[in-house]
């Protein structure tokens, strides 16, 4: 069973628009979520990241919305670029009953086309 | 400043065979994580490694699969024998914290492995 979920595989936006891309988690004991971002033929890179005690978080064009009573995690990139067409992939972290860190979940992603 | 380094980037091999899979993390990071994408499954985490030391390996598919770590700077991931089902992009990742701020995770750019 997927604890994260990225429903729609693919978005395709016109330069200059608004991208938004979705992430729904089951799992209420999530505490730390992430986006990573994958250009073809490359490892994911790290973009953004949002701590569950926040509802926004903001870095230059992305801003990651989280919605806790919902389990939903929107990543609004504006103005949305030719070079922002890659994979996203929506992670999730809890605490480990010690309280370290657990492992990151990821969802399947969702490939963005920036069309311009 | 070399982020995280694996080799081989492609390797095709026939059933039966022996793979090994190798990995640099980045120097300094205490967290090693082996990671393999498919289509099906997307991103799941294999094995993850503390100070050289296995604390999850509850990822690992079944025996054929095994993973070590003799020192900060070196990992395998061996299969034997492979499997066609096997085939995916393995990627190894480094981290300075176990998650959470700081704990994000770097990639490197992958091994793709075809098994004929």
């Known amino acids: 069973d997927q604890q994260v979920k990225q429903n729609s595989p693919s978005l395709s936006v016109q330069e200059g628009r608004i991208s938004i891309l979705n992430c729904d988690y089951t799992n209420s004991m999530f505490d730390y979520f992430l986006w990573y971002k994958k250009y073809p033929a490359e490892g994911p890179t790290f973009l953004i990241s949002i701590s569950s005690i926040k509802d926004k978080n903001e870095d230059g064009r992305f801003t990651v919305f989280l919605n806790k009573s919902a389990k939903h995690l929107t990543l609004h990139i504006v103005p949305s670029q030719p070079g922002d067409s890659a994979v996203y992939f929506c992670?999730?972290?809890?605490?480990?009953?010690?309280?370290?860190?657990?492992?990151?979940?990821f969802g399947k992603g969702t490939k963005l086309s920036v069309k311009p | 400043d070399a982020g995280v380094i694996q080799s081989p980037r492609h390797e095709v091999t026939e059933m039966g065979q022996e793979v090994t899979l190798r990995c640099k993390p980045i120097?300094?990071?205490?967290?090693l994580f082996w990671y393999r994408q498919t289509m099906m499954r997307g991103l799941e985490l294999l094995i993850y490694?503390?100070?050289?030391?296995?604390?999850?390996d509850s990822g690992m598919p079944e025996d054929r699969f095994s993973a070590k770590m003799p020192n900060a700077s070196f990992s395998t991931l061996k299969i034997q024998p492979s499997e066609p089902r096997d085939s995916a992009v393995y990627f190894c990742?480094?981290?300075?914290?176990?998650?959470?701020?700081?704990?994000?995770?770097?990639f490197g750019e992958g091994s793709r492995l075809t098994v004929l």
């Open positions: 120097s300094g990071h205490d967290y």
């Open positions: 490694f503390n100070n050289n030391v296995p604390i999850d």
């Open positions: 990742a480094s981290s300075l914290r176990a998650g959470g701020p700081s704990g994000e995770l770097f």
């Open positions: 992670a999730a972290q809890r605490k480990n009953y010690g309280g370290s860190q657990g492992n990151l979940i």
